[in-house]
Every structure is written in structure tokens, then in C-alpha cells.
């Protein structure tokens, strides 16, 4: 996975710098908010359930974008591109965690870690 920022211009969502178009944005954030409502911690079933129901287009939510702005609305993504573009992504810059005794997804604080870790990596290059 490659992350592409430009200093000059950074956005003020992270999913803006995590993710290269507007509905994997969107999807991003569906399904962090959907962890975060389950206590932080789904399992594979309820990972699964999330991505059929926005494979069939049956995922009702509130985006707060423009123009739909306040307005409950239809979320549709493929649940093949669900697992290759937004969930492996993720897992992988360790934005999730995935607990292979528990068979649980969870969020995570790895991303922060690797970032410092990258930066220190840099400035080791520097000297």
C-alpha cells in the first residue's frame, strides 16, 4: 500500500489521505463507524453481513457530503472490492487489527505507530 500526500495540500480527514476516491472514503468511514458502534470489535459474521448489505445496496445511513447532507441514503459497493480496496487496506497500514484466535476485526492505533516509525526512519536517513 502506498500513501501519496502532498505537504502543501493536506486534507483534514485521514480517509481523504488513506483512500484515492470519494466512495472508498465514504465506505471507509461506514465501517469504522460501524465498529465503533459495536464496542470497537466485530466479528467475521457481522464483517460479512456489512459487506452483503452494501453489496446489495440495503445499507441505509446519514452522509454529511454534499449535496446529501443531512438525508438518509442508499450506500451500494461491491463486496469483492469491500475486502480488496477498503478492508485489506486497512488491515494491512493497521488502521484494523484482525485477531486470528477470536476471529474479530477491531480498530486499531498500529497506523499511528507505523507513521512514527516511518518518520523516525527518515531522520535516520538524514544524519
Do not use: C
Request: glycine share 6%; charged share 30%.
Amino acid at each position: 500500500m502506498v500513501i501519496l500526500f502532498d505537504q502543501f495540500n493536506m486534507p483534514d480527514d485521514i480517509f481523504k489521505v488513506l483512500f484515492a476516491t470519494e466512495q472508498q472514503e465514504i465506505v471507509g468511514r461506514l465501517l469504522v463507524k460501524h465498529i465503533k458502534d459495536n464496542n470497537g470489535e466485530i466479528g467475521k459474521t457481522e464483517m460479512s453481513l456489512f459487506a452483503t448489505q452494501l453489496h446489495e445496496g440495503n445499507y441505509v445511513t446519514v452522509i454529511e457530503k454534499p449535496p446529501y447532507t443531512g438525508k438518509k441514503v442508499k450506500i451500494s459497493y461491491n463486496k469483492r472490492q469491500f475486502y480488496d480496496r477498503i478492508l485489506t487496506p486497512m488491515k494491512s497500514m493497521g488502521v484494523i487489527d484482525y485477531d486470528l484466535y477470536k476471529k474479530t476485526y477491531k480498530l486499531s492505533d498500529k497506523f499511528n505507530k507505523l507513521m512514527i516509525k516511518i518518520g523516525l526512519m527518515w531522520l535516520k536517513e538524514l544524519r
